[in-house]
């Protein structure tokens, strides 16, 4: 082994940081390296963990450093986050191990004058473990909030705005687990029993979702990809929230479908899936390469009904106009939904993205509106939560447009089927387990 695991996570964090790299991109560049899973358990571990709690780390680290949190050098402070990290969260570490391992860090990048402060640093958590150093609830929610679960304040306050305080608590404490590996069954190749089969053949144990009627909850084995199944096109990683969206759209043999926002292609293959692989399908994208993306998935998943066309969604489209039987916008969004999955969301948008994003939300849905023929179903979909970017659209949508309605959803079942008479599904990953989405079922009646 000529690695050493917390030293990738150090180097992760810092790219992640500083360099604004993704870390799930970032982290599956440098686990080539590692041999072992548990090593590369270990990395995940400590970078998602430290991105999903910095501010709670970072919160510790200030009420313990003698140095001013803004001076303390780059390095040494993902050095201290991972430690911290470790003395906190993960029980099977032993506080001794973390803190040595830290110092012998420093050292390895050649801050061995900084080692005593690390040290220090680390025996002070480590003997004060049960201090959170949290500032009151009661007269400093927010604030408290954001530090507990780790979440910019403009978050916690547009979520207390859009959901009240004690919901927003729960959604803020599940954004911070681990969420759960699901499939989506190619229906055109196998049922979802015979998929169950053949995963636990591979020792992989699945069971079904419960509001889609494709997915299946797999249980997380190192390399799902490698399976042949995986490469015949058998099945395809996406989170249940998103199966929903073809199963809502529900679209009938034969038909000619847009999906505006079409990169990488999980809808549109799904659609196609839906479809029994006729009819027609245009996937537009603004990028290119997310063009190049959803072919490679169609072929995997023996489509050939997907057109994909690079093209920008704010711009209308004449040759479009009344022509297609469903369409998708699965628009560009905050990601608010995805917190769990992808901590870094959090860190790299601003409330002011709000804004921008609905407005733009407006723009492609009401362009994509004219491509509808009469009694045609339009679909708006997003991963995220603000109701700026979901229900505030819809009705801003309908307002300027009465061609339009809301239609009841009858495909999917929920205990909550208020929403889905009036024709939309709102996901929570603290109610319903998934990603947080959002899906709206529009009819053009005239
Ligand atoms: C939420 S993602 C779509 C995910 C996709 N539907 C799927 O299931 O795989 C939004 C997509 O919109 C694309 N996009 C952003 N701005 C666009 C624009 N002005 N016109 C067309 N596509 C755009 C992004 O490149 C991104 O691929």
Redesign the pocket.
């Known amino acids: 082994m000529n690695y050493n695991a917390r030293k990738i996570a150090v180097e992760i964090l810092h790219s992640v940081e500083e360099l604004k790299a993704f870390s799930n991109i970032e982290i599956n560049k440098r686990v080539k390296v590692v041999k072992d899973i548990r090593d590369e358990n270990l990395i995940r571990e400590l970078v998602y963990g430290v991105l999903e709690n910095k501010l709670y780390i970072d919160n510790i680290i200030k009420n313990l450093s003698r140095t001013k949190y803004n001076k303390i050098d780059i390095i040494i402070l993902q050095i201290l986050r991972i430690g911290v990290y470790q003395i906190y969260f993960m029980e099977h570490v032993p506080d001794r191990a973390a803190c040595n391992e830290s110092v012998d860090l420093t050292k390895s990048f050649n801050k061995k004058r900084l080692s005593g402060y690390v040290n220090g640093i680390l025996r002070n958590a480590s003997r004060n473990k049960s201090k959170e150093y949290l500032p009151n609830k009661k007269n400093n929610l927010i604030e408290y909030l954001s530090i507990k679960y780790s979440h910019p304040k403009w978050i916690v306050e547009v979520f207390i705005k859009d959901f009240g305080e004690s919901f927003t608590e729960e959604l803020l404490k599940s954004n911070n687990t681990n969420p759960p590996l699901s499939v989506r069954v190619n229906r055109n190749i196998v049922t979802r029993d015979e998929l169950i089969q053949i995963l636990n053949s591979h020792d992989i144990l699945a069971e079904k979702t419960n509001y889609s009627k494709d997915g299946l909850i797999v249980s997380k084995p190192r390399n799902i990809t490698e399976l042949k199944e995986f490469k015949e096109g058998y099945f395809t990683i996406?989170d249940e929230s998103?199966m929903l969206?073809a199963q809502v759209m529900d679209p009938k043999e034969g038909s000619i479908v847009l999906?505006?926002?079409?990169?990488?292609?999980?809808?549109?293959?799904?659609i196609a899936e839906a479809m029994n692989n006729r009819g027609k399908i245009i996937s537009?994208?603004?990028?290119d390469h997310?063009l190049d993306?959803?072919n490679k998935n169609a072929l995997r998943l023996n489509i050939d009904i997907i057109n994909t066309e690079e093209?920008?969604?704010?711009?209308f489209d004449d040759s479009l106009k009344k022509s297609v039987d469903y369409c998708?916008v699965?628009?560009?969004?905050s990601?608010l939904g995805l917190l769990r999955r992808k901590p870094d969301i959090r860190w790299n948008k601003s409330i002011g993205d709000l804004d921008t994003l609905s407005k733009?939300q407006i723009t492609?849905l009401r362009n994509a509106a004219e491509y509808v023929k009469t009694n045609g179903i339009l679909i708006y979909?997003?991963?995220t939560l603000t109701k700026k970017e979901n229900m505030n659209v819809i009705n801003e949508f309908l307002k300027l447009n009465d061609e339009y309605s809301l239609v009841e959803i009858n495909t999917v079942d929920m205990d909550d089927n208020e929403s889905l008479k009036k024709g939309y599904i709102e996901l929570y990953p603290n109610i319903h387990g998934t990603d947080g989405f959002f899906i709206a079922k529009l009819k053009r009646i005239k």
């Open positions: 996406q998103s969206v999906d505006i926002c079409s990169g990488p292609g999980g809808k549109a293959t799904h537009r994208d603004i990028f997310k993306l959803i093209y920008d969604a704010l711009i998708l699965d628009a560009p969004c990601g733009m492609i979909s997003t991963c």
